[in-house]
């Protein structure tokens, strides 16, 4: 089996507690894998902003937050346009002028952002950072990249298939409770006033219209009521 199938990759997430973990793990990765990075991060867009999800070591601090700031720059045209943005020279670059003007600070004199695919989403890239000119343009550092920018696409997207496994599984558990909160309900209704389950449960609803209150709280309530001793009737 693959090392990037997606059984292995959900494995792997459950391994490294989580995919925060495991995203930081491949940008460490990256750094090894691609000729000329000195450093990695991923960025994506959560709860509409864009924000880096996990970078390698030796990241030069706030490299990719001047990008967010500002709107401009490799990282948030790739995520953004979902093509790929290289800058072989910072030192001659005029395209994102304040954040070169950074980069250059920290030491940055390319930079490499690669759009990732992700489910569903708008928002995300690879980013790759080296400390000479043209470091990132050989063709196979550029195989390299991209290879990793969809390993990363997929670690993600598996992550996400996870997440929303959890919610249905959750939604059908509430699902199955207010069900049975709502039976029992009818059934104490049937027993108190000897009537069937259909006028029971039209009583009920009548009851949480006329109350504003959402069917399985009035349930819930008027068993919980009984339940303590109260007889108090809908």
């Not at 995520?79 to 070169?100: G, I, K, M, S, V």
């Not at 997440?163 to 104490?188: K, N, P, Y």
């Amino acid at each position: 089996m693959s090392p990037d199938t997606p059984d292995t990759l959900e494995m792997a997430i459950a391994r490294s507690s989580g995919l925060d973990t495991l995203l930081r793990d491949l940008t460490d990765r990256a750094v090894e894998a691609v000729p000329g990075a000195a450093a990695c991060s991923i960025t994506v867009r959560r709860a509409d902003r864009l924000l880096t999800l996990a970078g390698s070591r030796g990241l030069p601090s706030g490299l990719d937050q001047r990008q967010y700031e500002n709107g401009s720059g490799p990282c948030v045209e790739a995520a953004e346009t979902n093509a790929e943005q290289y800058a072989p020279d910072l030192e001659t670059d005029t395209r994102w002028p304040t954040y070169t003007s950074y980069a250059l600070s920290v030491g940055v004199r390319c930079v490499l952002a690669l759009p990732i695919d992700v489910e569903g989403e708008r928002g995300a890239a690879l980013n790759l950072y080296g400390v000479q000119s043209g470091a990132l343009g050989r063709g196979r550092g550029r195989d390299a990249a991209r290879a990793f920018a969809a390993r990363v696409g997929d670690a993600i997207n598996v992550a996400l298939r996870v997440e929303r496994r959890r919610e249905s599984t959750a939604d059908v558990r509430t699902a199955l409770l207010s069900r049975s909160v709502i039976d029992q309900a009818i059934g104490i209704l049937m027993a108190q006033e000897r009537i069937d389950a259909r006028i029971a449960l039209q009583r009920l609803r009548r009851v949480s219209m006329d109350h504003n209150v959402k069917l399985r709280d009035l349930c819930t309530d008027l068993v919980a009521r009984v339940s303590g001793g109260d007889g108090h009737r809908p």
